[in-house]
């Protein structure tokens, strides 16, 4: 049978910029730009003849068609995602590479994160930098460093110390992406780093 199919790269447009509700937020995640997300979702929209968002000045929002296609669109990526790493697990797009700054290390748990099961899945590398260009250029996912910035257009989350030594600040930042802040990645690594930093971690 053959299967008659949008093309995949509207697909995944459409997918990104309806979680995040962005097609600039989509397009960090993607490494793309804002109107390329823009255009190739109307290049699905015209191929599906059926309109998926409402595009209003405040932002988007998922039309009713578009509210029941994302549940099965994103479904089906992960799908492919496990197919994928199945045969070929190296090319796991789910780890992330981590930088971590030399002053930031001192403050983390020894060994982490490879003493942190939870994150086999999620950890690909960690390299020690402080460079948050790298960000910027996707050698490294994400950034955990002491220091304000200044970060520009990244997303930055801060975790506080609870016994922070007098010559640091009170918080390590956790620099990312826009798209990738709210990713499971991201997520499983700050809940990590949240149990490590606790007392009791």
Known sequence: MTHRLPHLNGLRAFE???RHLSFKTAASELGVTAGAVSQQV????ETLDVPL?????????LTDAGERYLPSITRAFEDLTRATEAIAPDINAK??????SSEARLVLPQEWPKRDKRLTAYVRSVIETNDIDLVRTDEVDCLIRFGDGPYGDLAVIAMPLVKAAAAQPAELHFVCKPGLADCRQSKAILESLDDGLSPSG
């Open 16 to 18: 990104a910029a309806a």
């Open 42 to 45: 109307r290049k699905l929209e």
């Open 53 to 61: 968002f409402r595009r209003l000045p405040q932002g988007l929002l």
């Open 95 to 100: 780890k992330f590479n981590i930088g971590v």
